[in-house]
């Protein structure tokens, strides 16, 4: 058990929704990372926060958002869902040391019909 | 933006044998830290090893090591005495400050 949770573990839905995927990080970590996995393929980095702010930003579309909130816990959510949303979503917390490594939930399994 | 390549989308090795994955990345920071995490059938990512840019000493881990080449920006991972267990797609990771990007993966399929 990574100390990362992640829910809902899975999300059926349709296209043109909207949901909200959670991520609560280890106990004590700062820092939560998100990051897209569709079928077969790598890891997408999505978006990085810091203690409420965000702190990096990769290739995340504009119909995706997300916040960290002042309990550390953090929201995706994903509006006007396309079919090519379907994936494995990733959230990842940190530890502040330097060299800390990324312990990672279990994912949500998005799939968009 | 640092990039990181895994030039194998696939791997297989011989149960008991010696694999060797491959990743580069591109970078222009000299510290930064470097990752490899596998991905069973389960999907859990788990941390196999990770190396400071700054050490020049390689890291081992049991049977997973690295060699880290600095200069030719090459952090491949060695699997010595494979088991079936270890069986699933390995990513390289590349973490500088917050931001922390992966590799596409190799998949390794263990014959036993």
């Known amino acids: 058990d990574s100390g990362v949770t992640q829910t809902p573990k899975h999300l059926i839905t349709a296209t043109g929704q909207r949901v909200t995927l959670r991520c609560s990080p280890r106990s004590g970590d700062l820092s939560v990372y998100w990051y897209q996995q569709s079928l077969d393929q790598g890891l997408q980095f999505l978006i990085q926060y810091y203690n409420g702010e965000e702190r990096a930003k990769g290739n995340i579309l504009e119909r995706f958002s997300a916040q960290q909130f002042p309990d550390l816990h953090s929201e995706l959510n994903l509006s006007s869902l396309e079919l090519g949303d379907s994936a494995l979503y990733f959230c990842?917390?940190?530890?502040?040391?330097?060299?800390?490594?990324?312990?990672f939930g279990s994912g949500t399994q998005l799939s968009v019909l | 933006a640092q990039t990181v390549t895994q030039s194998q989308p696939e791997m297989s090795v011989q149960e008991a044998e010696t694999v060797t994955l491959s990743c580069t990345y591109d970078?222009?920071?000299?510290?930064?830290?470097l990752f490899w995490y596998k991905q069973p059938p389960s999907r859990q990512m788990i941390l196999v090893i990770r190396q400071e840019a700054y050490k020049q000493q390689n890291a081992t881990e049991n049977r997973f090591s690295v060699n880290f080449q600095k200069a030719a920006k090459s952090f491949s991972l060695k699997i010595s005495d494979s088991q079936l267990g270890d069986a699933a797609m390995y990513f390289c990771?590349?973490?500088?400050?917050?931001?922390?990007?992966f590799g596409a993966g190799t998949r390794l399929t263990v014959k036993p």
């Open positions: 990842a917390s940190r530890g502040q040391g330097a060299n800390e490594k990324l312990f």
């Open positions: 970078t222009s920071e000299s510290d930064y830290y």
């Open positions: 990771a590349y973490r500088l400050s917050n931001d922390m990007r």
